[in-house]
């Protein structure tokens, strides 16, 4: 019998794999996952199981309704696991990181941590977002500069985060911060996971703006930001 190549092998199997638990219902994140496996398959077994395995925890968290505390630490393992076989995965960084900001944001920030510990530079996302978490779930001030300090060596950093990081060195977070943040991370993500997040947070933001605030001007933002956010 002929001997078969071990990188066509990987990718068949992967196939295969992916057939059986990849439904039809995922979203375009997932759609988009799954056309690329057989690209990142082909690096080794082990990022082969992570992609494996990062199908399995989108399809997860798409199916859970509620993030509740056994639901945060169950994507917690999963993505610790994700990263420990392709510590290189960076989308699986970011995702967990948002997902699990508002019920443990402990465990976002350990796995971001994680992120930028074993990709150093590769990426604004990881520590803006672990610098938004810290400041405004944790309050734990220095520890958002700090993150903040390392999201603004990016080249490709936006200039909102430059602009928080100088706010952030001297204030105590706001309601006009948080709603600059989330904005800009609305607006600059590519990922349409990471949007959907982002847009919960905005609603809910903006809904309590316009509930307790008496700035007029911060009212009117909100409101134009859930017109956006509606169209």
């Known amino acids: 019998m002929a001997k078969i190549n071990r990188k066509k092998l990987a990718i068949l199997i992967l196939v295969c794999l992916v057939i059986l638990l990849v439904p039809c219902s995922l979203t375009i994140d997932k759609v988009r996952v799954a056309a690329n496996l057989s690209e990142r398959g082909a690096l080794g077994f082990n990022n082969l199981m992570a992609d494996v395995l990062w199908v399995e925890t989108i399809q997860y968290m798409g199916e859970a309704k509620k993030i509740t505390d056994e639901i945060a630490t169950t994507i917690y393992q999963k993505i610790e696991r994700i990263t420990d076989l392709d510590p290189h995965f960076i989308m699986a960084y ?21 992120g930028l ?29 700090r993150y903040l300090e390392a999201a ?24 006009k911060d948080a709603l600059l943040l989330w904005e800009g991370i609305y607006e ?44």
């Not at 982002?198 to 307790?212: D, K, W, Y």
Request: charged share 25%; with cysteine.
């Open 94 to 114: 970011r995702l967990a990181g948002l997902t699990l900001s508002n019920k443990r944001p402990e465990l976002s920030i350990r796995i971001l941590s994680k």
């Open 152 to 175: 603004t060596t990016h080249p490709e950093c936006p200039d909102f985060i430059k602009r928080f990081l100088a706010r952030a060195t001297t204030e105590v977070g706001s309601y």
């Open 117 to 145: 510990e074993n990709n150093p530079g590769a990426s604004w996302e990881i520590p803006f977002y672990a610098g938004v978490i810290s400041y405004f779930r944790l309050e734990d001030y220095r520890g958002a500069v």
């Open 188 to 231: 600059e993500t590519e990922s349409p996971t990471e949007r959907g997040i982002a847009a919960r947070h905005l609603i809910r933001l903006c809904s309590q703006i316009m509930e307790i605030s008496t700035d007029r001007n911060l009212v009117a933002k909100a409101k134009a930001i859930l017109r956006k956010i509606s169209e």
